[in-house]
């Protein structure tokens, strides 16, 4: 299982569609295996969802996030954890442990990023999703 993260100087960058870096973490039974941060390669905002999609990534975590956005990602089949800031590492070893606090409707207006108002939460799980073994070898949530 790979997990991609919006990435900026050890931290979540805080705007999907502008970002210029993901780190990707490889997953396997329930921890990282290896890292590494790879470019966008100039694409942005829907171009984004394909790119990841072609990474092989299931899960992503990042700040703010515009509704577009979110919506191609999830049609990718990507699980998003929108509206989380702080340590890139820090948030996904919360993730595998199940303790990721995230915003569920954070959302990118372009007009202003301050405030990502949404509802504080643990790690929200799709049914019968096994957070130790990943997602089954696949995306498959």
Known sequence: MKIAITYENGQIFQHFGRTEA????????????????????GNGHGALAGYLMEQGVCTLICGGMGGGAKMALEQAGIEVYAGVSGDADQAVDAYLAG?????????????????HEG??????????????GGCGGGCHH
Do not use: M, P, Q
Request: hydrophobic letters at 20%.
């Open 22 to 41: 993901f780190k990707i973490y490889e997953i396997e039974e329930g921890a990282v295996v290896s890292s590494k941060v790879i470019g966008t390669d």
């Open 99 to 115: 303790n990721l606090s995230i915003t569920t409707e954070a959302n990118c207006n372009h007009h202003g990023h301050g405030d």
């Open 119 to 132: 509802h504080e939460g643990g790690c929200h799980r799709h049914e019968g999703h096994n957070h130790e």
